[in-house]
Structures are given as structure tokens and as C-alpha cells.
């Protein structure tokens, strides 16, 4: 059975994205970015919402082609291409990059999924994340924290109808004050 985790940076008030989608609170530092593409490396299968998975495909496919692409960009870039995808939305016609699109029921997918061998897969994109949730299909829940209030936008979290428990796993500190915790799902 896969292990299901859901990991995002956040900030500290809990949103993925400020109104209007900004990102721009959650640039990383070098480290954090290579702990990123170190993570995108080893993900046996990543599960993209529409919203996520467009912002991604506008960029990663040809980012270590640009101009003044750094190593660690050129590394992330080839690194996101060959990662397995599967990309949830009712929209979205055609996926590319090693990605195969699913217009059904995701809890459905995302069960089915779960349930075969493999490796560790990451959910991305706080909607679809948000289904997981709810639907008790998440294994573990790696929060990127920036030290930054954003006020509103996208939660990391959504409204559950039962708490979920929790066991802290790990912590680790990142340039800029970044904290980084993984919890595991009480079963």
C-alpha cells in the first residue's frame, strides 16, 4: 500500500496562496529549494488539482532552458519531467510531462491508487488535497511554514467533519526562518 502525503508551503496563518493565487510570500532559499527538488526526486507519483498542476506546467517543462537557469533549476526542472503524474480535473483536455489525466471521481482514483504497490506518492493543490482530507486518505502532512501573515486566500486545511490525530515526525529549520514539520496520521 502507498503511503499518501500532502505537502505545501504555507504561511504561518495557514494559507497555500494569498488572494489572488500570490505566491510571491513563498520563495525559497537554496536550501529549502533543493530539499524541494530532493523530495520532487524521490515521489514515486505526484497527484495534481488543475489549479496547481497549470501553474506547474506553464513553467517546469522548458525552466532549464531560460535563460541564466541555475544547476539547481536545471536539476529540478529534468527532475519534475520524469516524476509520474496524475493530473484530477473536469477542464483540462490533455496533460503532458509524464502525466496522465483522470476526470472522474478522485477519491475514487486516489483510493484505487493507495491500494497498489509502488512508491510514496505527494498530493499538490489545496482542493484536491482538501478531498483526500476529508475522505481520510492522507498518510501525512509536511508543512513548509514561512514566517508570514497573508491575511486570506487558499487554506492549507479544509473544514473536516472528524478531528485527525497526529504524531510529530520531524522538524527541521531553513534559512529565513522556514520551519518545516511532518506529522503522521494516527491510524
Keep these: 500500500m ?13 494559507y497555500v496562496a494569498a488572494p489572488g493565487d500570490d ?3 513563498g520563495v525559497p532559499s537554496d536550501e529549502l529549494f533543493q530539499w524541494w527538488s530532493d523530495r520532487v526526486g524521490s515521489t514515486g507519483l ?18 532549464d532552458q531560460q535563460p541564466g537557469a541555475t544547476p539547481a533549476v536545471i536539476e529540478y526542472a529534468g527532475r519534475w ?9 473536469s477542464t483540462t483536455r490533455t496533460v503532458d510531462w509524464n502525466a496522465r489525466l483522470v ?6 482514483e486516489i483510493t484505487r491508487l493507495k491500494a ?11 482542493t484536491l488535497a482538501a478531498a483526500a482530507m476529508r475522505a481520510g486518505l492522507i498518510d501525512e502532512y509536511v508543512l513548509v511554514t514561512a514566517p508570514v501573515l497573508v491575511g486570506s486566500g487558499t487554506p ?7 478531528w485527525v490525530n497526529l504524531t510529530l515526525m ?17 491510524r
Design 156 to 162: 492549507f486545511f479544509t473544514a473536516l467533519d472528524n
Design 103 to 108: 476526470t472522474g471521481d478522485a477519491v475514487a
Design 2 to 14: 502507498r503511503k499518501l502525503t500532502f505537502a505545501m508551503n504555507v504561511s504561518l496563518d495557514g
Design 116 to 126: 497498489e504497490d509502488g512508491g510514496s506518492m505527494d498530493i499538490a493543490g489545496a
Design 170 to 186: 520531524e522538524t527541521r529549520t531553513f534559512p529565513g526562518g522556514v520551519l518545516m514539520t511532518r506529522y503522521k496520521t494516527k
Design 81 to 89: 519531467r520524469d516524476m509520474p503524474k496524475v493530473v484530477f480535473s
Design 46 to 63: 505526484a497527484l495534481y488539482g488543475r489549479r496547481l498542476w497549470e501553474g506547474m506546467s506553464s513553467h517546469w517543462p522548458t525552466a
Design 23 to 25: 505566491l510571491g510570500w
